[in-house]
């Protein structure tokens, strides 16, 4: 008997369950962060909203076009929470603010 281990085994990492196809609902898409280079993650697909989570998404927080297909990971979109006079710079709007604090504090960005 071989007992070779998959390889695809080490990249399935998939956090969020999927049912594809169903109610339109899409898979998770796999990304790299835009800013450390390295973290990959997934960005989940919101059944109620019908498209991509936005909370990793540089664009939505600064308003920008520009960053719009940027993804931040959730250490890098900490570290910029956490440097507040970057984050003042960069994430201008004051709903933006109020609203990723509460992302926060509701630890939408610890997993
Ligand atoms: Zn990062």
Do not use: H
């Amino acid at each position: 008997m071989k007992t070779k281990i998959n390889q695809k085994s080490k990249i399935k990492k998939t956090p969020v369950k999927s049912e594809k196809g169903k109610n339109g609902l899409l898979e998770p898409k796999e990304v790299i962060c835009s800013n450390c280079k390295k973290a990959r993650f997934f960005i989940r697909f919101v059944i109620p909203k019908q498209s991509y989570s936005l909370k990793n998404n540089l664009g939505y927080w600064t308003q920008k076009k520009s960053n719009s297909k940027k993804e931040y990971c959730n250490q890098c979109i900490l570290a910029l929470f956490n440097n507040k006079s970057l984050y003042w710079k960069t994430v201008k709007s004051l709903q933006c603010r109020q609203q990723m604090r509460k992302y926060i504090y509701d630890k939408k960005f610890s997993d």
